[in-house]
């Protein structure tokens, strides 16, 4: 049984690109007067996540050396138990994985380790669904003995969000509510757009129930060896310099319409030549979109990009990138 006192933990999980520093943005700007924590991990090469997390007042510990879920796992119990140290600075821990970790492992760590379980309890998994793209990741074939991360994340889940479902028609939204369902038949599900959810749908749900991890795996608090698929990998661009926008979006609406397939996530944070202020881009397969980001200022301009996909081509990514380079201006 755990104790009131404990403080409760939220991981947020959900395939690459289903929304999850959405949600993770609107629980941080929601007025509920907590002091949140927040460990984010990230799967790319190069750090872009934090920079897409509002600017809130909440600490939040980046690990992006590694997915949680096995290499940089220890991590994770490192920073908690710092975290423990300073109990008083705050009310709650929000996780949130990369989206190729397997929640089995994470939830593990509450309940292997003695000391972080007899101060933090695991308060639920929540996890995001991409209503458009989700049914191909339920239908991939992995190698032997690797598991699919898609499947996994819903099966674990003590609440799920149904997102973006403002991009399938009826048909499609009741195809994939009956996948999720036969995957995970009593977790919430909660549709939204734009991971608009209300906050007690998500937080304080008591949900996550050891009796029904041990029914899925019965091996769940046995350490184990978790394979990712090694096909599918990311690669990271830094790239000094502006770029020019129009043969930006020229290579990125080619690279989408024909890689897209391959590449289930993209996002980036660039400098263009006659903005001010960073342009922020995001992708899950074809589908891709820009906004602005806060002023460079004075700093250096520096373009990052994270590509996560199937086999990629890193040479071609990174030509690609650096073929969008604005040319110098005149003296």
Avoid at 70 to 80: A, F, K, P, Q, Y
Wanted: charged share 25%.
């Amino acid at each position: 049984m755990t104790s009131p006192s404990t403080v409760p933990v939220t991981v947020l999980t959900g395939f690459l690109g289903s929304g999850k520093t959405t949600l993770l943005n609107r629980i941080l700007t929601e007025q509920h007067g907590q002091r949140i924590a927040v460990i984010e991990n990230e799967f790319g090469e190069i750090g872009i996540d934090d920079a897409l997390v509002i600017d809130a007042e909440e600490e939040v510990f980046e690990m992006n050396n590694g997915c949680i879920c096995c290499t940089v796992r220890g991590d994770l119990i490192r920073i908690l138990g710092t975290l423990m140290r300073r109990r008083e600075k705050f009310d709650r821990i929000l996780i949130e994985t990369t989206g190729l970790a397997d929640p089995a492992p994470v939830a593990q760590t509450f309940f292997m380790d003695d000391e972080i379980g007899s101060q933090l309890r695991l308060d639920g998994i929540v996890t995001l669904v991409d209503a458009a793209h989700l049914l191909p990741h339920l239908d991939d074939e992995k190698p032997d003995g690797v598991e699919n991360e898609a499947v996994e994340q819903i099966a674990f889940a003590d609440r799920i969000v149904l997102n973006k479902t403002d991009l399938v028609d009826g048909a499609q939204l009741a195809e994939v509510r009956r996948r999720v369902r036969e995957i995970n038949a009593l977790a919430e599900i909660h549709e939204a757009v734009q991971a608009d959810v209300d906050l007690a749908a998500v937080l304080d749900v008591g949900g996550f129930d050891l009796s029904r991890a041990l029914d899925l795996d019965p091996a769940f608090l046995e350490e184990g060896e978790h394979q990712h698929d090694t096909s599918v990998g990311s690669v990271g661009i830094e790239l000094p310099g502006e770029l020019e926008i129009e043969k930006l979006n020229a290579w990125l609406g080619e690279l989408l319409a024909t890689k897209g397939a391959d590449i289930f996530r993209s996002k980036g944070i660039l400098a263009v030549r006659g903005m001010p202020e960073r342009y922020v881009f995001q992708g899950v397969h074809m589908l891709f979109d820009g906004t602005q980001g806060v002023p460079w200022g004075g700093e250096d301009k520096v373009s990052k990009a994270v590509f996560i996909g199937r086999n990629l081509d890193r040479a071609a990514l990174e030509a690609g990138l650096r073929g969008c380079l604005a040319q110098p201006v005149p003296a």
